[in-house]
């Protein structure tokens, strides 16, 4: 069975960058769509981006793209997503989960804060 | 974007009792692609359904989606301890949303 772990998060200024990992383990991990959903105070749960198994194919909320970027290396079996030009409005727990469009397994999430 | 509207936004129930949560959709959610998940406090959420009505593995058959379109439900029946929490539904017709929640609460 599949675990992630993320790690990444911290507290950053806005327009800072992060860049939050994900470490994946279970043999199902490489056949799998992967995706990154936040959940914000006061935005509730929201979907962020999907990669596909080989890491070629991408999608991202309208909100984020063009600043963030998702990627994955599955000969270390983790997956990044780089975080760029941040928002005080993108501050939220950043949790990696399994699945491209619905998630059946989920990380315990990495907090990013964007504040001055 | 589809906007999805959980009701009500608490429902206060004792255990033994049945839960019945509602998922508006803003338009038709075609092909069911409607999940559901329970959230406890400092965890991630776990998915519970799928395709409107298929449980996930591991979910025990009290709890029940249904519903199709725009209305879909999520029953709990004899309510445990373990199930009080919050739940969300989402859609993955047209890219992805969530709904803001439903807590059920003792």
């Known amino acids: 069975e599949v675990q992630l772990l993320e790690s990444g998060g911290g507290l950053v200024q806005p327009g800072g960058s992060l860049r939050l990992s994900c470490a994946a383990s279970g043999s199902t991990y490489r056949s799998s769509a992967m995706s990154w959903v936040r959940q914000g105070p006061g935005r509730g749960l929201e979907w962020v981006s999907t990669i596909s198994e080989s890491g070629v194919i991408t999608n991202y909320a309208d909100l984020v793209k063009g600043r963030f970027t998702f990627s994955r290396d599955n000969s270390k079996n983790t997956l990044y997503l780089q975080v760029n030009s941040l928002r005080v409005e993108d501050t939220a727990v950043y949790y990696c989960a399994k699945g491209q469009y619905y998630f059946d397994l989920w990380g315990r999430g990495t907090l990013v804060i964007v504040s001055s | 974007e589809i906007v999805l509207t959980q009701s009500p936004g608490t429902l206060s129930l004792s255990p033994g009792e049945t839960a019945t949560l509602s998922c508006r959709a803003s338009?038709?959610?075609?092909?069911?692609?409607l999940a559901w998940y329970q959230q406890k406090p400092g965890q991630a959420p776990r998915l519970l359904i799928y395709?409107?009505?298929g449980r996930a593995t591991g979910i025990p058959d009290r709890f029940r989606g249904s519903g199709s379109g725009t209305d879909f439900t999520l029953t709990i029946s004899r309510l445990e301890p373990e199930d009080f929490a919050v739940y969300y539904c989402?859609?993955?017709?047209?890219?992805?949303?969530f709904g803001q929640g439903t807590k059920v609460e003792i």
């Open positions: 989402q859609q993955y017709d047209s890219s992805r949303t």
């Open positions: 395709g409107a009505s």
């Open positions: 338009q038709s959610v075609t092909n069911n692609y």
